[in-house]
């Protein structure tokens, strides 16, 4: 009888809630956040600023951050903390310079049983500005529920009035602003191209990198399409408009994308501008993938790390390509896997591992080769014996300082391009490694032995 596998206390692979909420207002470039924790939760702001996003402003050299702390310490926690709250809360929001303030607890301060919700009302009414309870959940959710939080507390609590909006008047909720360089920029006007061209107007995304008083935007929508990272808002913002609501997967990777139009198109009763959008678009991207799809592609194994929304995309984006998804690692919470397809039990796949799990579970996978190519997040941390690409949150080595998106079919053409040029670059340099072709050894950049 073979021994049991010892329990895994090693810290878990995908970020915790607070990273998500730090997300979120990440992605609402004037929102001010305060933390009614230690000291220690402004350390979590590098893992956006100066490695995910180049372009982060949580921070300032001006010391005037927007991620706020009360210091809290143990010997604080005996008393009422309400009013220590409300003063450093209402300092932030009475500031010239600021618009809105979120407010959020660690553990450690939520136990102590602040009634947050009274706490921000009474300071909204003094200054006359958005302040938002984002409830604490630390101990129990992970990164995507941070994100998701922090847009369910603000579908919940902003003002916002029903209007008799146009069904085409939509607005996008749920999508993963995770920075705010060139990939996500590219990526919503690869969205709005789309739903231009089927005849409906864009007037919101939640969230994607606007200025807090440009969310009541939503109120002018008619329907809302819902995107993975967002379901809970969805419903919230379409219950009090009185909005239409769509509920969708993720256009990402050729043939989500295309399921993607279809979908609207049928929704909207416009199938026929679907199948134009879609036509014009594979005649724009199919040719430019001929000829690699042969001598790169096919055949292709590939493995997957990352959060479980782009999972279906990227596995059919890559039967289209020719290549399949053979192992895949989900690093957030098994909660998060309800939208998968029943067939990703095919797959070698690993959920919520912890890091010494993760480790020899890929450890064992890329050492006899199973797969050509790791896709997903945080790669540079692995140390890749094969081909990689860096894709998700976070992507610390990998930036777009310029407009490439990854979804849509613009989005599909440039991942496969990505993708192809991985695989060349690491044929490269096992060839260099193996040695120059007359059989020398040389080193690279040195000339070749006569």
């Not at 010391?63 to 309400?82: C, K, V, Y």
């Not at 107007?201 to 440009?214: A, I, K, M, R, Y």
């Not at 095919?346 to 797969?371: H, M, N």
Request: charged share 20%; net charge negative; with cysteine.
């Amino acid at each position: 009888m073979s021994e049991p596998e010892p329990t895994d206390f090693t810290q878990p692979v995908g970020a915790r809630f607070m990273t998500g909420v730090f997300l979120a207002v990440n992605a609402i470039r004037d929102l001010y956040l305060l933390v009614e924790g230690p000291d220690c939760t402004h350390i979590k702001t590098q893992f956006l600023q100066g490695n995910h996003d180049w372009l982060s402003t949580l921070t300032s050299v001006s010391g005037f951050h927007r991620i706020a702390n009360t210091a809290l310490h143990p010997d604080q926690m005996s008393g009422s903390r309400e009013s220590a709250v409300r003063d450093r809360l209402q300092k932030i929001a009475s500031h010239p310079t600021v618009p809105a303030v979120a407010l959020t607890s660690m553990p450690m301060a939520f136990v102590t049983g602040a009634d947050y919700e009274r706490v921000t009302a009474e300071v909204a009414e003094a200054t006359g500005k958005p302040i938002i309870h984002v409830p604490g959940r630390s101990l129990s959710r992970d990164w995507l529920d941070g994100y998701a939080e922090v847009q369910s507390a603000l579908a919940g609590q902003l003002e916002l009035r029903q209007s008799e909006a146009q069904p085409e008047n939509v607005a996008i909720v749920g999508y993963l602003f995770d920075r705010n360089e060139g990939d996500h920029t590219a990526n919503l006007q690869e969205l709005r191209t789309i739903l231009s061209g089927l005849g409906l107007n864009l007037v919101s995304v939640w969230l994607g990198g606007q200025h807090s008083n440009e969310l009541a935007a939503v109120e002018t929508a008619g329907t809302i399409i819902s995107l993975p990272y967002g379901r809970r808002a969805a419903r919230t913002l379409a219950r009090r408009l009185g909005a239409r609501l769509i509920e969708t997967s993720l256009p990402f990777g050729l043939p989500a994308t295309e399921a993607w139009v279809r979908q609207l198109g049928a929704e909207f009763g416009r199938p026929e501008q679907a199948e134009v959008i879609i036509d014009r678009e594979l005649a724009r991207v199919i040719p430019k993938l001929e000829w690699i799809i042969p001598f790169v592609f096919q055949n292709l194994r590939v493995g997957y790390v990352g959060d479980p929304h782009l999972l279906p995309g990227l596995r059919s984006y890559l039967g289209v390509l020719g290549a399949s998804l053979d192992m895949a690692v989900i690093t957030n919470h098994s909660r998060h896997t309800c939208e998968l397809p029943a067939d990703v039990a095919e797959l070698d796949l690993l959920v919520e591992p912890r890091i010494s799990t993760l480790g020899k579970f890929l450890g064992d996978r890329l050492g006899r080769q199973s797969v050509d190519l790791l896709v997903g997040s945080d790669l540079g941390n692995l140390n890749c014996p094969v081909a990689s690409y860096e894709l998700g949150f976070p992507s610390p080595t990998r930036h777009a300082l310029f407009d490439r998106p990854f979804l849509g079919f613009g989005g599909a053409l440039a991942l496969a391009d990505s993708l192809a040029n991985a695989m060349t670059a690491r044929a490269l340099q096992e060839a260099t490694r193996a040695g120059s072709p007359d059989g020398s050894n040389s080193e690279p950049g040195s000339p070749h032995q006569s």
